[in-house]
């Protein structure tokens, strides 16, 4: 019966690396949107004669992400070479990582529906990207080369997923881990992060099931959607007595369906043999103790620095903690205004609607705090400070310059309220009386009062404290 089946999940990411160059020479990484076939060389298009060179860089990246896995970094790394054939693969191959991948053993904890996971890593290891088939009007098919050699990141799970919204979870884990230790983008949908997955029913956890593994998944929903359909899909066959056949789908999102694309290859279907013009890397405790201590932090070290330097409340911690710009900047603005718990209410409000709106959070954090500085020491309010900071989203200016320039400053001088006060009383002695007598809500109209004579430049609180103060000793008799 259906309820009495399993299902298994595991997922083969690729993260597109940050590095300034691509794998094996010297292009450029910075190809998306440009012209194509623009960023290519001998080397990433395949010329007979050309030799490639391993970026150092993508190599530590692998090392960086391998540590935060909790995996064993190989000692000695060797390249191999994958065969197929493929329009968008110019040289008829790809270098990749077969028999001695980067990092091996690992695994990520991520929470799921409020409870702990645990997903294993099998293996962490180093590729080249292929082209791009670009499908042109009147049915032509053209290739651009400009994506051919970038440094790809595969992350190969154990099969320890239980659901479609499970694997979600921990891909969100992943690209949130990703984006913290600062080697990846984790753009979906421009590719800088893709998944395959692989998913089988079975009604014994022992003896898994025929696995069908499905691609072209661009977002979070693709990948739920796309596995949830094949869940369901291979449920009916096995309801129906059956064979589930292995293979790759493809999922078409305009059909919400799994499509057949081909049979499903093995290892050996590869032809897998070491690359000779790669000679292997030997990582020695001194590089990778070097490699550490340059790591940035995680999102779990980011949420318990959180907690126990700045004291915030687990909710803010969720939410600030999100996106590593956003957790960075947080910390930023806390060194200049070192109130952890203001600065995390401006965030978790204002900041990050206007985030949302602009893309980027374009005010400089040391402006941000000085700005906080003047709605504590009262020379501005939270409505005017709420109204700069808008402004310099949307100008790209200073907010204190700002607050300068617009002449926005409260004024909080004693001896000038008072002044102001004296002259609203002297003027309205009539609502004075009344005050006298008990109409004690005329308060607010000569607080107005005051604010007029002031251009609305006072301290509205100062103002009402200090024209209540004098009223009540009118009402004294002093």
């Known amino acids: ?19 300034r160059t691509k794998l094996f020479c010297g292009c450029s990484s910075d190809y998306f949107g440009k012209a194509p076939n623009t960023q290519t060389c001998p080397v990433c298009l395949g010329m007979p004669g050309s030799l490639p060179v391993l970026n150092r860089q993508a190599l530590e990246y692998a090392m960086r992400v391998g540590l935060a896995l ?40 991520f929470e799921f529906e409020g409870q702990a996971c645990h997903a294993g890593i099998h293996r962490v290891h180093l590729e080249e990207d292929a082209g791009k088939l670009v499908h042109a009007d009147g049915g032509k098919t053209q290739v651009d080369l400009n994506r051919a050699g970038m440094p790809l990141l595969e992350i190969v799970t154990e099969p320890d997923l239980r659901s479609p919204a499970q694997a979600v979870a921990f891909m969100k884990s992943l690209r949130q881990l990703l984006r913290y230790l600062e080697v990846c983008d984790g753009d979906l949908e421009k590719g800088s992060l893709r998944c395959d997955a692989n998913i089988s029913l079975t009604a014994d956890l022992r003896h898994l099931g025929t696995k069908t593994e499905i691609k072209n998944m661009n977002s979070f929903k693709a990948i739920e959607d796309a596995l949830d359909h094949e869940m369901a899909r291979q449920s009916a066959l096995i309801r129906s007595g059956q064979a589930i056949v292995q293979e790759t789908r493809g999922w078409d999102a305009n059909s919400n369906t799994t499509v057949p694309q081909r049979a499903k290859e093995e290892s050996d279907d590869y032809r897998y043999f070491p690359e000779p013009d790669l000679q292997p890397v030997r990582v020695d405790s001194q590089w990778l103790s070097a490699v550490r201590e340059a790591m940035p932090q995680t999102p779990a070290q980011q949420r318990e620095r959180f907690a126990q330097r700045y004291g915030l409340p687990s909710y803010d911690i969720g939410v600030l903690t999100e996106e590593p710009e956003v957790a960075r900047y947080v910390e930023a603005v806390i060194q200049h205004f070192p109130k952890p718990k203001e600065v995390s209410n401006w965030m978790m409000g204002e900041m990050l609607r206007l985030l949302k709106e602009h893309g980027s959070l374009r005010v400089d954090p040391e402006e941000l705090a000085g700005v906080l500085g003047l709605v504590e020491r009262g020379e501005i309010n939270r409505n005017t400070a709420k109204e700069v900071v808008e402004m310099a989203f949307s100008s790209g200016r200073s907010p204190l310059s700002i607050v300068g320039e617009q002449e926005l400053r409260q004024i909080s001088n004693t001896d000038q309220l008072e002044q ?7 003027e309205n002695p009539g609502e004075v009386e009344r005050y006298k007598s ?3 809500g005329l308060i607010g109209w000569f607080v107005g009062q005051v604010m007029n004579k002031s251009g609305g430049k006072a301290n509205p609180q100062m103002a009402r404290e200090l024209t209540e103060k004098a009223l009540e000793q009118r009402k004294e008799g002093r």
Not at 97 to 103: G, K, L, M, N
Not at 420 to 426: D, F, N, P, V
Request: proline letters at 6%; aromatic letters at 10%; one cysteine or more.
């Open 1 to 19: 019966m259906q309820d009495q089946m399993h299902t298994v999940i595991g997922l083969e990411v690729h993260a597109q690396l940050k590095t």
């Open 70 to 109: 909790d995996c064993t970094i190989s000692p000695l790394s060797t390249f191999d070479r994958k065969n197929y054939f493929y329009p968008d693969l110019p040289k008829g191959y790809q270098i990749s990582q077969f028999a001695a991948p980067a990092c091996v053993k690992g695994h990520l904890d």
């Open 420 to 426: 102001w006060i004296r002259q609203a009383l002297a």
């Open 438 to 440: 008990g109409k004690a």
